[in-house]
């Protein structure tokens, strides 16, 4: 079966017609705060796809040692609760709300005709909404009264820096992240063990049925789930597979595994992409199967989705 590179990511770019003025400096940095994260000892872990699953675009080989620092990470994904705090305090502007529309998947569009901007080239299931923003998930209609607890989605990477930096975080390197993701697990496919489903349980919150169509939600959600559903892993991080995809401090390089440092890699000098970890609620193995831990996607910094959130990390505590 042929894979796109990138379907059930988020289509990348703006559209064309529309044009917004660059954003400012941005908020001020916050103090260093770890509330909400775990402490992470760091050490030495095989990086990269062990089972040769990945897309070759992608670049999840060759499996390497990578040797990390101590840091934390956010238990969960920034909530629609914590991003509201930001804003109020910050009166920060989302790049999908400056942009005037944003990525929706099609069989939750909330809109009237008119706010309906067409498809993306190639990716006919994601819809370009206008008034699509992280106050209006599927649309003006929608809102997230009721979902307090779900992450933050149509967050851009340039977003996401703007949050972490007002409290007192910084985004994880993607080294950073797929450590953290796996949970103290080596060389296994998923967060939980090498199983989708062990003992007929879903653990991640993914597509089940005939994408892009019929979804069956047997794993209880359509879209997004709370940041706290099914179960931690072995570290206490929630959702590290599906869900929402999570932005990473690092240029995307589909090459960088083969000659990234074995000490805390920060990722490719420059680029045009950032990376992305950990699928979202729409991958399915039919054709996206980057809800593995060693799967990677990107996209562009101003680019924004229904299913693209972040969570955030933290140097570790300084040594005296």
């Known amino acids: 079966m042929s894979h796109d590179h990138r379907p059930c990511c988020a289509p990348s770019g703006t559209p064309a017609a529309v044009t917004a003025a660059p954003s400012g400096p941005g908020p001020a940095a916050g103090p260093r705060s770890t509330r909400g994260q775990v402490s992470l000892p760091g ?83 994601w819809i370009n909404v206008r008034g699509a923003h992280w106050r209006r998930p599927e649309g003006p209609r929608s809102d997230i009264a009721r979902r307090q607890n779900h992450p933050a989605v149509h967050i851009s990477f340039n977003d996401a820096a703007a949050y972490a930096r007002w409290a007192g975080k910084r985004l994880p390197t993607e080294a950073e992240w797929e450590y953290a993701a796996r949970g103290g697990l080596a060389g296994r496919r998923y967060a939980w063990g090498d199983e989708l489903t062990p003992g007929g349980r879903w653990r991640c919150n993914i597509w089940q049925g005939r994408f892009p169509h019929v979804n069956t939600a047997e794993d209880g959600h359509v879209t997004t789930a709370p940041v706290k559903t099914y179960r931690p892993n072995g570290f206490g991080l929630w959702n590290t597979a599906g869900n929402v995809w999570e932005w990473c401090a690092d240029w995307f390089s589909p090459a960088y595994y083969s000659r990234s440092p074995e000490v805390d890699p920060q990722g490719p000098g420059d680029g045009t992409a950032r990376v992305m970890r950990g699928g979202s609620y729409l ?38």
């Open 43 to 125: 050490g030495e872990f095989a990086m990269g796809d062990a089972f040769d699953e990945g897309y070759p675009a992608d670049g999840e080989t060759p499996v390497h040692t990578v040797r990390l620092a101590p840091f934390h990470i956010d238990e969960t994904a920034v909530t629609n609760a914590q991003f509201a705090a930001f804003v109020k305090a910050t009166g920060h502007v989302t790049d999908a709300e400056r942009y005037g529309s944003s990525a929706v998947f099609h069989l939750v569009v909330d809109a009237v005709p008119a706010d309906v901007l067409g498809g993306a080239a190639g990716t006919p299931w």
């Open 283 to 320: 991958c399915h193995d039919s054709y996206c199967n980057r809800y593995r831990v060693a799967a990677r996607s990107s996209n562009t910094p101003e680019s924004s989705s229904g299913n693209l959130g972040f969570r955030c990390a933290n140097d570790g505590a300084a040594t005296p």
